[in-house]
């Protein structure tokens, strides 16, 4: 055979499904992971491609299922609207709410809403330590439980091991003194009014 029939029939071979199969790494639920589809240039891209594949499902299911024991109370919205104007009156930022109540309560539950759900978090797996973030603070250790919890009942599996401690290098990596242990801190950054600024006393 010649070079080019050669060539000819590699390719064929290839487009009919002789390919060298796709190297599974594991699962979420039912589907299929796939090492082509942790993605990134660098390891802390890839960590968080890995991250993410394995995981974001378990996180969105535990959030669908406590967004009723997380969103605020009256009192708490009363609570934030007057943080929220004695703070535009004492900064002179003139910051106002929105007017229509469909957008109000949107913004309210964004400012005050974090807090209130990192708390649960924080209460129903073993609080820990904080990570502080730019959307707010989220409940670093109690979100590892969680997910180790999640991975033990089968909502995700691994079948490379090096895949598992990628997904969840977030958890070992350092992130320095954005991670909060110190109990008082810890405490402020879980209450709803934590994310509303104050003046200084006078």
């Given at each position: ?42 390891a802390t891209e890839r960590a968080d491609s890995a991250r993410a594949l394995f995981t974001r499902q378990a996180l969105a299911d535990w959030y669908a299922g406590n967004a009723a024991a997380t969103a605020l109370s009256d ?128």
């Amino acid at each position: 055979m010649s070079w080019r029939l050669w060539l000819v029939a590699v390719m064929l071979m290839v487009g009919t499904g002789f390919a060298e199969p796709r190297r599974q790494v594991g699962r979420v639920g039912d589907v299929p992971v796939y090492a082509d589809q942790i993605t990134g240039q660098t390891a802390t891209e890839r960590a968080d491609s890995a991250r993410a594949l394995f995981t974001r499902q378990a996180l969105a299911d535990w959030y669908a299922g406590n967004a009723a024991a997380t969103a605020l109370s009256d009192d708490e919205r009363r609570m934030l609207i007057a943080q929220i104007e004695a703070y535009a009156a004492c900064s002179g930022n003139g910051y106002t709410l929105p007017t229509d109540p469909a957008w109000r309560e949107a913004a309210l539950q964004m400012l005050g809403g974090n807090a209130k759900v990192q708390k649960r978090l924080y209460d129903q797996f073993g609080g820990g330590r904080l990570l502080f973030q730019q959307a707010g603070v989220e409940a670093f250790d109690a979100t590892r439980r969680l997910l180790e919890q999640r991975e033990r009942e089968g909502a995700f599996t691994f079948t490379d091991p090096a895949v598992r401690a990628l997904a969840y290098d977030y958890w070992t990596r350092d992130h320095g003194a954005f991670l909060i242990s110190d109990p008082a801190k810890i405490a402020r950054a879980l209450d709803v009014r934590s994310a509303i600024a104050t003046c200084p006393p006078a």
